[in-house]
């Protein structure tokens, strides 16, 4: 990029902040945890930079291309982290969280940065749509890392395992907590994307929802999992505590590889990944479809014919 | 400077002799005081604790610091023990190894169990004390200052006080805080009304634990320990109710047979609990729960030997932490020393100076009068060359005796100096 910030800079200061807190397991000198959270601001710092840059030079970012929205996922997850760092110094958290942030970082160089060529809708709309399932995706992930964290701690307790020093995780109570909002979360925030996302598409010519297209068949098998989860978790005591939420939250994250997967696909409604190297002529036909760009950009490269375009 | 330490410790006393020698709250001040009469020119310091009584004496000059064997003496007198009776067992130190003595103590290290945190807080109420009663000068004050210094080095550049090594503060920090983010809203129960789960109680109620109710076969012994730690006594027939209701249960009653059997809590506990987290410690011998309870989902049974293991743990990786400790003591106790060899030169030092510095000036003022015309810049010059020639006469003998110090007592040096530079008066 023109700024000289790339992907580079915020992918290697998120692993360093994971180098150092793998470190830990051996050793924790006094600086560590000031490293740590250092490596992660400069990691957020960058990645900002980052996605302003694209914001500011690309009409359909932040979030309307899978390296954006990736991205974007990456980045509340690196914002979360850090609070976290400070509240549970002494925990390993970042062992956990890091490398799903990082993996999500590793899937947005692959993914495609056209925009996504869904259908002609208001640019706040799509907006909603992407947001909600973004910050839904945040959610499920939280939930998956906390409940990995939950079922380790809640196995070494009860194997009677000694205090470890260095791998220390925080409270079943907190880990449960964190569990039961993100699945809450969760639910309601794929819902409001999910449902943004099929009255938008009622909204426009076509007037009809794709319901046999992959990503909306899996993100509708996703969203029924999480509000049947949460509903049996309001309604089944036993399910609001320990390893149950735990156990629900990790089959939200299955649901979310799935959905995730058939989004890379390039024969969906949402098109998706072809690589980095697509044409330029895909691109003004992506740009020409997009939902998300501002209404300017998109009247001004719109040509006559594009009203009646699906 | 001169040390002395007299006293004995849980290491070569036995519990009878050191309960004869101890000192309680009200004796200490009356023990300070006699002794001072006694010895009018030495700064004394007692500590003393469960396993240890130790009198620290100290003073600038060998005349002001009492021999070892009247402060054993004095020690001994103070509760008419006769010497006899505690022969081979008090153990007395001197110059450097009092020092390293009493930093190893400091420092927790020759505790009964090493790493313990009150023995630093003890020293440090023993000096202060002192200090109040006027029993301890700079002597003490430098001695007991760099103990703790020591001891804080020791606690922040080694982990050996990181591993907790007794039953309910392990139980506590170590399990119960892997379970709770916090206490003061979670419903402790007690069965029994035994020492342990008196310990544990302050424990927990360090740990925030406000909601505590005791039940006991006893309700007088329930009533009894409910009062002393801000908690609720509840009868014997409340007992399911209560285990349902609780987040912590802390067992310590004396019965031959399981208080809890698995069939009793599946049938009057766990369905009503929804498998709400249940952290047990079942401290009784034997167990008060049956184990099978601990298969049960949400629930987390620890006996004592579940504890005892995880302490032993503790205990083992706190002696690797050993050699760094004492590292540490050995590194303080010579700076210590070597301060005080350099202190105990100053008076020469400041002598050889002043020899040098009486004739400079006298020799200015004299060149100054036969020179009347000298300007007030050239006055100046002459003046900063006699500061130098004076520095650089006196560098040599004054890095001598630093480099000296560091090995010992540098009195021959000392001594012929004095006598190079007539410096006796």
Redesign the interface.
Known sequence: MDSGVNMLCFTASFAVALALEIAGLWTRPRWRRLAVVFAAVAGIVAHTWYLGVRAGTSPWAPLSSPHDWYLAAAWALAVIYVPVVLYQPRTATGIFLLPVMLALIGVAYGASRDPIPTFAAPRFWGMVHGVFLMLGTVAVLLGFVAGVMYLIQSYRLKSKAPLSQTLRLPSLEWLERVNTRSLGAAAVLVAVGFFTGILTRLATVEGEVPWTDPVVLSLSGMLSWLVGAEAFRLAYPAARRGRKVAYLTLAGFVFLVFTLATFARHDTVHGGSEGRGARSEEKSEAARLLPFAPRSSLLASRPPSAEAAP | MNLRMVGCTHRATGVDVRQQLAFGENQVGDALDRWRERFPQAELVLLSTCNRVELYAGGPSESACPASDDLVDALLGYHRVPAERVAGQVMTLAQREAVAHLYRVAASLDSMVVGEPQILAQVKQAYQRAAELGSAGPVMHELFQSALRAARRVHHET?LH??RVSIPSVAI???A??????FDDKHVLVLGAGKMADETLRYLRDAGARRIFVVNRSEERARQLAASCGGKAVPWSDLWRQLVAADLVVSTTAADQPVVTAAAFDEHVAPHR????LFILDLAVPRDFEPAI?ER??V?L?SLD?LA??CE??RQSRVRELPAAERIVLAETDAFIADAHRRAAAPVITGLRRNLEEPKLAELERLFKKLPDLDERAKSEITQFADRLVNKLLHPPLESLRDASLEGPPQGLLDALKRLFRLED
């Open positions: 982990e990181k591993h920090a170590d399990f805080s892997r379970v709770f983010e916090r929804q498998q709400r987290p601990g989902l949400s987390y620890y579940d293991a995880a743990l503790n």
